[in-house]
């Protein structure tokens, strides 16, 4: 008898109101975080997914249709994910090489250089344009000078070489705050211990550091397209929209007074979204394989 009520007093408590109100708390604080969540990503999202279905006050295929037979779309996104790649990599092979040099130098210089790079990660956009006109310009600083020394004959801070060197700038900062965390999972003695079992340097890090580094370095060269695919004040800064990447050609869409077709832009962005989605997929495959491996 005395059993029973215990636990029908166990159960009262359970189903009280305070105690509903208690478990109903997280749910309460996660509320604007959700509803904000909605109006800045999901919604933006489905308006941009059901415009880009729109043609001419109808349903239809042709915004995509136009799109995959525009040699001129076809450029922007070809050019966008030239850029995109090869900044990515370089950039992501320069910040690891920073960041394993940062794990041997004193505390104070490794929180300068850390507080810096966190700042200049900050510095795009119009003014990081400026800065690179003025530097490697026609007339830039260090262009003139490079040239004055017979260095280069000519540099097009303008074209394909000069947006992917405005790129990798930008790249490298991002790539030094996501890779630092990642590297203190490195133990010093592993390397001792290769060492001494008649392991080179290079066969240290090829065989025992960049596997267990593999998922950060992923998923960072993920972010690092993704950052370099949405890029947009510096290269219209920098080109006046002249250079064709596919994120001008989207605002060129939506903001020109000639050419207004917002519908088109809407289909241009969901290829944009799709392709991000594969890299993506891709990427998170190739970490659960590179975690199984390690089991």
């Known amino acids: 008898m005395s059993s029973s009520v215990v636990t029908q007093s166990k159960r009262t408590s359970i189903s009280s109101p305070k105690n509903r109100l208690k478990k109903l708390k997280p749910a309460i604080w996660l509320a604007p975080l959700a509803l904000f969540f909605y109006l800045f990503q999901l919604a933006p999202m489905l308006w941009v997914f059901i415009n880009s279905f729109i043609y001419e006050n109808a349903f ?69 344009a400026f800065a690179f006109i003025i530097i490697l310009g026609v007339n830039g600083a260090f262009t003139l000078l490079l040239k004055q020394y017979g260095l280069i004959d000519d540099f097009n801070l303008y074209g394909k070489w000069g947006l992917l060197t405005l790129y990798i700038y930008f790249q490298i900062p991002l790539a030094v705050l996501l890779l630092y965390p990642a590297f203190d999972a490195l133990n010093d003695d592993w390397q001792a211990a290769s060492a001494l079992l008649g392991a080179k340097t290079w066969q240290y890090w090829f065989k025992i550091a960049l596997p267990i580094l593999s998922p950060a370095l992923l998923g960072t060269f993920i972010i690092l397209i993704a950052n370099a695919i949405g890029a947009y004040a510096s290269v219209y800064a920098l080109t006046n929209g002249n250079y064709n990447v596919i994120t001008v050609r989207i605002a060129s869409l939506v903001s020109g007074d000639l050419f207004l077709e917002p519908n088109l832009a809407a289909a241009i ?27």
Request: no cysteine; charged share 10%; hydrophobic share 50%.
């Open 60 to 128: 239809s295929l042709e915004n995509y249709h136009e799109i995959l037979n525009s040699s001129f779309m076809l450029q922007g996104f070809s050019n966008s994910l030239w850029l995109a790649t090869w900044s990515s990599f370089i950039g992501l092979s320069i910040a690891a090489l920073l960041v394993s040099s940062l794990r041997r130098i004193d505390s104070k210089i490794r929180d300068g250089i850390i507080a810096f790079t966190n700042m200049s990660s900050n510095f795009s956009g119009v003014p990081l």
């Open 269 to 295: 962005s969901v290829i944009l979204m799709l392709i991000l989605a594969f890299i993506t997929i891709i990427n998170q495959w190739l970490i659960a394989r590179s975690y199984h491996a390690k089991r």
